[in-house]
């Protein structure tokens, strides 16, 4: 089993920056792509960033485009870095981890997330 722990997050105003970190623990060694999704209330759930080891790429939700930044630590550990932060983008940020399969990632293990609160 694979657990994901995410730390983090918190309340900032309009304009501010946040770090999130994840890291991912237990039966890890297939596991090749870690990403983070968010859901605001009354919204579904969306990609913001992720990416698969086996390519250099990083994915970014057209929306945090510019403003988000993804690092790919060591031993499946993430680290998304949060600039000029909107009151949209105020969710609940979930960390995941999942294996490539065909063309895409499926995600398979799921933390239980931490708030984000941006104040206008």
């Known amino acids: 089993q694979v657990q994901v722990v995410e730390s983090g997050g918190g309340s900032v105003q309009a304009g501010g920056s946040l770090r999130l970190s994840c890291a991912a623990s237990?039966?890890?060694?297939?596991?090749?792509?870690m990403g983070w999704f968010r859901q605001a209330p009354g919204k579904e759930r969306e990609a913001v960033a992720h990416f698969y080891s086996g390519t250099r790429d990083t994915y970014y939700a057209d929306s945090v485009k510019g403003r988000f930044t993804l690092d790919r630590a060591k031993d499946r550990n993430t680290v998304l870095r949060m600039y000029r932060l909107k009151p949209e983008d105020t969710a609940m940020y979930y960390c995941?981890?999942?294996?490539?399969?065909?063309?895409?990632?499926?995600?398979?293990?799921w933390g239980q997330g931490t708030q984000v609160t941006v104040s206008s």
């Open positions: 995941a981890a999942g294996y490539h399969a065909g063309f895409r990632c499926t995600w398979d293990y």
């Open positions: 237990g039966s890890t060694s297939g596991v090749n792509c």
